[in-house]
């Protein structure tokens, strides 16, 4: 792993909704979203979705403590401070930034999920620290900028520009690029390094899906050819979804986009920016 790259993109987890496993998920993975980044040396995190679990090598001793961004506050993407590993370092501190929603603060958001009956041990009962802040635009310790802009899912969902070693990337998952939207997004995300985008449906599963908060990967694509971005990982790839669909609908998506660097996300791939 070249753990010293200045810049560099780990996609923890890809998988939306909920968490999967079996062997027609080996290729792609099962856990669900959570993105690692170290932009001009500084390591974050994008969502606390299962794929937490493998964050910690990734870590200097030194690094113990990072800003963790939430998307939003679904089960999906909170389901790894349950128990990842980084929750047991006494030494990690995780300051979690979270947009206040219908006038709960992002800490209270999650909360209900850590709380009996859902949940016997609330997150504050674990070894790691963990402190909450409002997610705003602006300058994040590190020399990290983040820019933010509301996407379209059912109770709001944060989509967010993160800037830093001279790289940007965009994390805009759990978002319906719907027509009224897409313009919006489209110039938010202009000419970032990397798009990191929902693309879980097909067009054939949309009629039945269209409101649930997500995207087809024709619509994700559309965003990364029109917004200039230079790579495009697809992701929170439907629960259902098997790693012979995938490579299936990789095929076509590098048919469509011949020469660029647009994929569907797999666990524990690395992106150097
Ligand atoms: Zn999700
Ligand atoms: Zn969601």
Same mark, same amino acid.
């Given at each position: 792993?070249?753990?010293?790259?200045?810049?560099?993109?780990? %996609?923890?987890? #890809?998988? +939306?909704?909920? /968490?999967?496993?079996?062997?027609?998920?080996?290729?792609? &993975? $099962?856990?669900?979203?959570?993105?690692?980044?170290?932009?001009?040396?500084?390591?974050?995190?994008?969502?606390?979705?299962?794929?937490?679990?493998?964050?910690?090598?990734?870590?200097?001793?030194?690094?113990?403590?990072?800003?963790?961004?939430?998307?939003?506050?679904?089960?999906?993407?909170?389901?790894?401070?349950?128990?990842?590993?980084?929750?047991?370092?006494?030494?990690?501190?995780?300051?979690?930034?979270?947009?206040?929603?219908?006038?709960?603060?992002?800490?209270?958001?999650?909360?209900?999920?850590?709380?009996?009956?859902?949940?016997?041990?609330?997150?504050?009962?674990?070894?790691?620290?963990?402190?909450?802040?409002?997610?705003?635009?602006?300058?994040?310790?590190?020399?990290?900028? %983040?820019?933010? #802009?509301? +996407?379209?899912? /059912?109770?709001?969902?944060?989509?967010?520009?993160?800037? &830093? $070693?001279?790289?940007?990337?965009?994390?805009?998952?759990?978002?319906?690029?719907?027509?009224?939207?897409?313009?919006?997004?489209?110039?938010?995300?202009?000419?970032?390094?990397?798009?990191?985008?929902?693309?879980?449906?097909?067009?054939?599963?949309?009629?039945?899906?269209?409101?649930?908060?997500?995207?087809?990967?024709?619509?994700?694509?559309?965003?990364?050819?029109?917004?200039?971005?230079?790579?495009?990982?697809?992701?929170?790839?439907?629960?259902?979804?098997?790693?012979?669909?995938?490579?299936?609908?990789?095929?076509?998506?590098?048919?469509?986009?011949?020469?660029?660097?647009?994929?569907?996300?797999?666990?524990?791939?690395?992106?150097?920016?």
């Amino acid at each position: 792993m070249p753990l010293n790259s200045h810049n560099i993109v780990i %996609l923890l987890g #890809t998988r +939306g909704s909920v /968490p999967v496993s079996g062997e027609q998920y080996l290729k792609y &993975g $099962g856990a669900t979203l959570s993105v690692f980044l170290r932009l001009g040396g500084t390591p974050l995190v994008i969502d606390c979705g299962t794929g937490l679990f493998s964050l910690l090598p990734q870590l200097a001793p030194d690094e113990r403590a990072l800003p963790v961004l939430l998307s939003h506050a679904h089960a999906d993407h909170l389901l790894g401070l349950t128990m990842a590993p980084v929750m047991f370092d006494e030494a990690a501190q995780l300051d979690i930034y979270g947009a206040a929603r219908e006038g709960e603060t992002a800490e209270r958001q999650a909360g209900r999920l850590f709380t009996p009956p859902l949940w016997p041990v609330g997150i504050s009962k674990l070894p790691a620290k963990t402190v909450f802040h409002e997610l705003r635009p602006g300058e994040l310790p590190g020399g990290i900028s %983040l820019d933010v #802009t509301e +996407g379209v899912h /059912p109770g709001g969902v944060s989509v967010m520009r993160i800037s &830093g $070693g001279g790289k940007s990337v965009v994390y805009c998952s759990d978002c319906c690029l719907d027509e009224a939207v897409f313009p919006k997004i489209r110039s938010f995300a202009a000419s970032c390094d990397l798009l990191i985008c929902d693309g879980q449906y097909t067009p054939e599963e949309w009629p039945t899906r269209s409101g649930f908060g997500h995207s087809t990967w024709q619509m994700a694509s559309a965003l990364a050819a029109e917004c200039l971005a230079r790579r495009l990982r697809i992701v929170h790839h439907a629960p259902f979804r098997s790693d012979a669909e995938l490579d299936e609908m990789q095929n076509s998506l590098i048919n469509i986009y011949p020469g660029r660097d647009f994929s569907f996300g797999r666990d524990g791939e690395e992106i150097v920016l």
